[in-house]
C-alpha cells in the first residue's frame, strides 16, 4: 500500500537529529525502520522499533532520510505515532508515543499487585 495517511509518524528536527545519532551510534546503517506493537503491559501497547523492508500490507513516511514502515491495521488502531527527543521527554529519554492512547485492564496481569 502506497497510500500515506495523515499523522502517520511525526517528530520534530531535535528528535530526527537524536534519533539519527542513536542509530549511528549502534552502527546501524540502514535507514529503514519498522514500529511494531511489542506487547502490552500494565500500563498500556508497548511497541518497538526495528531495521526492517517494506512488506505489502505496509503505509510508509519518509522523513528526512529515515523511512519508516507500520502495518495499516497497527496505524487504524493507534492512528499513527510520535516520536519524541529526550528534551521533548521532559529529561525522561527519546520515546514513541501513540496518537490514540488505548485504556489499559490493570489488574489481568500478574505483575499488578
Known amino acids: 500500500?502506497?497510500?500515506l495517511k495523515q499523522n502517520l509518524v511525526s517528530m520534530?528536527?531535535?528528535?530526527?537529529e537524536e534519533f539519527l545519532n542513536f542509530l549511528r551510534t549502534n552502527q546501524v546503517e540502514k535507514n529503514e525502520i519498522r514500529i511494531t506493537l511489542a506487547?502490552?503491559?500494565c500500563s498500556g501497547p508497548r511497541f518497538g522499533l526495528m531495521v526492517d523492508s517494506k512488506k505489502d500490507e505496509d503505509l510508509e513516511i519518509t522523513i528526512k532520510d529515515l523511512t519508516f514502515f507500520i502495518d495499516e491495521k497497527l496505524y487504524e488502531e493507534f492512528e499513527g505515532f510520535q516520536i519524541l527527543s529526550t528534551e521533548e521527554n521532559m529529561?525522561?529519554?527519546?520515546?514513541?508515543r501513540p496518537n490514540?492512547?488505548?485504556?489499559?485492564?490493570?489488574?489481568?496481569c500478574s505483575s499488578c499487585g
Open 1 to 3: 500500500m502506497e497510500t
Open 12 to 16: 520534530s528536527d531535535g528528535a530526527y
Open 39 to 41: 506487547g502490552y503491559a
Open 91 to 96: 529529561g525522561q529519554g527519546m520515546v514513541l
Open 100 to 108: 490514540k492512547v488505548v485504556d489499559s485492564d490493570c489488574g489481568t
